[in-house]
């Protein structure tokens, strides 16, 4: 069974949605069923087709991240999300994951250095250290 979906097929499936007068559920519902094969690589094809530099939701224990930034300021997120990680993170900080909840529709990382506490995955990126060779 395939279980890999590009960004096109999924642009595809959804102008056939538009065409069609259904609810918002109903349309969620829809792909639901149609991408419950395995959300998770579907989710990592989309994203490379994006070319998002954010890190993946199946990095590894002790992978080293740190927070997407542009002039110092966070730009991932949802505003929520920013607030948050600002109460606990600093910008140019390294971290290092913990592990990854994810969940249908957003994936969290808990990093060692701030135990119980988790962030939206979509705000860090990998970074090529020594220590993630």
């Known amino acids: 069974m395939r279980t890999e979906i590009t960004l096109d097929e999924l642009k595809e499936i959804l102008s056939k949605f538009r065409c069609i007068k259904i609810t918002g559920e109903e349309v969620i519902e829809k792909i639901e069923k149609y ?3 395995n959300p998770i ?3 990592k ?3 490379s087709d ?3 530099e954010s890190m993946g939701i199946d990095e590894k224990e002790g992978t080293r991240i740190t927070l997407i930034h542009k002039d110092c300021k966070l ?3 949802r ?3 920013r607030q948050y990680a600002s109460e606990y993170l600093e910008i140019g900080d390294l971290y290092t994951v913990n592990y990854i909840d994810v969940d249908r529709w957003s994936s969290g990382v808990y990093l060692k250095e701030v135990p119980g506490r988790c962030f939206n995955t979509v705000m860090f990126k990998v970074v ?3 220590r993630n060779r």
Do not use: M
């Open 45 to 47: 094809s989309i994203k």
């Open 75 to 77: 730009i991932n997120g």
């Open 50 to 52: 994006f070319n998002d």
């Open 128 to 130: 090529k250290d020594d």
């Open 41 to 43: 690589r579907v989710i």
């Open 35 to 37: 991408l419950e094969s």
């Open 79 to 81: 505003e929520s999300d």
